[in-house]
Nanobody, 128 residues
Framework: QVQLVESGGGLVQAGGSLRLSCTAS????????AGWFRQAPGKEREFVAC????????YYADSVKGRFTISRDNAKNTVFLQMNSLKAEDTAIYYC?????????????????????WGKGTLVTVSS
């Protein structure tokens, strides 16, 4: 079992920045590809970004490309999401998720996989 706990959410003005963290406990986190999804009020959950087990490959949704950066520190069992140039439409609950690296043929498939583990989410509110 892997437990994922997100942190770093909060209220920020449009144009500002936040960094989210997702810390894993349990099994070796480096065995998992990891990523972030978000769900805005009244909308379905959507993919944001993902990263390979080593951190060497990343993949982003078009809506955040160039503004968000995903990274990881396996020594600390943590995945990060640096969010810059935030917009009101980025307001959502952000969820961390992980899937065994053996199930990821390429990162482009990550958004459509059934995740092995989910965090409970952290709320990001961007005021305009």
């Amino acid at each position: 079992q892997v437990q994922l706990v997100e942190s770093g959410g909060g209220l920020v003005q449009a144009g500002g920045s936040l960094r989210l963290s997702c810390t894993a406990s349990g099994r070796t986190f480096s065995s998992y590809a990891a990523g972030w999804f978000r769900q805005a009020p009244g909308k379905e959950r959507e993919f944001v970004a993902c990263i390979s087990w080593s951190g060497g490959r990343t993949y982003y949704a078009d809506s955040v490309k160039g503004r968000f950066t995903i990274s990881r520190d396996n020594a600390k069992n943590t995945v990060f999401l640096q969010m810059n140039s935030l917009k009101a439409e980025d307001t959502a609950i952000y969820y961390c998720a992980a899937v065994s690296t053996g199930r990821v043929s390429d990162l482009g498939s990550f958004p459509w996989l059934n995740m092995d583990y989910w965090g409970k989410g952290t709320l990001v509110t961007v005021s305009s």
